[in-house]
C-alpha cells in the first residue's frame, strides 16, 4: 500500500468516524437497523444499513468497530459476529447460513449528551414516556440547568430467509431488549403483533413502547403508543402491509464511577409484513 493510499483511507477514516459522532450525540433520536429487504431467498446476500434520525428517516451509518460492543446475527445455526472492515457501507453484508428468521442485534458503545436546560430534558421524557423522572430527578438534589446522561443503544430487526414457517424471535441477552410475539411472515394488514420488553432478561412492566409505521411517499411514520402490562407485553394492531419499528426507552441512575445523573438504554426492532 503506498503512502497515498494510507493518506487517503485514514482521511475516509476520520470523516465517516466524525459523522457518527455528530449524528449519534443527539438524544431523542431513534436508532436502527434497516434492511436493504426483510425477506430474501437463502442465496441472496443479506444487506442492511445501520440508520439514526427520526420519524423513521436518517443517517446511515458506516461499520465502526470503535462505535458498538456487540453487533450479532441469530439463526438456526446459532450465533456470529457481524464482520467487516471499517468504514463498510451498508454496515451489514453477508450470506445466509440456513433458511429461517434470521435476527441481527447491535449494541452501541454508551455516548454522552449534557442538556444545559430542563425545558429540553423534559420535553424529551414526555416524548419517551419516561414520567417517573423528573420527580426522582429532584429528589435526588440533581441540578436542572446542567443534565448530564449516558445512552446505549439495542437495536434489532427480523429478516426471513426463504422459509420461516415455526421460527420464532427470541432474547438474545440484550439488557433492554424488544422481543416480538408472533413471526412477522405469518401476518397480514389488520394483524395484532405483541412485543416483550425485558430489562436484564425479565420483563419491565409500565413503560412506554411506540409503534412506527414507515410513511409513503416521504410522509411521516405513524407513531401509536402503548405501556407495558405487568408481563411486560405492549400489542399493536397493524394497519397495513409495510415496514415498522417498535422502540422503547429506559432510564436509570447513572452508575457514580461514570461520572453522569442518568443513564439510558434505547431498544428498537425493525420488521416488515405484507
Known sequence: ???????KRATAFFG????????????GHEFWIE???????????????IRVGQDFKGDILPYIPSRFTAFKRYDRLGESDVSGT?????ALALTPRSEGLTLFTYVSVAERIRFQGWDK???YLELEGLDAIPARHDARGLPRDDIRELYTRCAKTLVTVGDATGDQDRATGMRLELVAGENPQALAA?????FTLLWEGAPLEDTQVALFQRGEDGA???????RTDETGQASFTLPAGGTYMAASVHMIEAPVERNADWQSFWASLTFAVD
Open 190 to 194: 389488520g394483524s395484532e403483533m405483541s
Open 121 to 123: 430534558f423534559a420535553s
Open 16 to 27: 465517516l468516524a466524525l459523522t457518527f459522532a455528530q449524528v449519534s450525540a443527539v438524544s
Open 35 to 49: 434492511p436493504e429487504a426483510f425477506a430474501v431467498a437463502r442465496d441472496r446476500e443479506i444487506r442492511a444499513d
Open 1 to 7: 500500500m503506498t503512502r497515498r493510499t494510507s493518506l
Open 86 to 90: 471499517t468504514g463498510d457501507l451498508p
Open 220 to 226: 411521516l411514520a405513524a407513531r401509536t403508543l402503548a
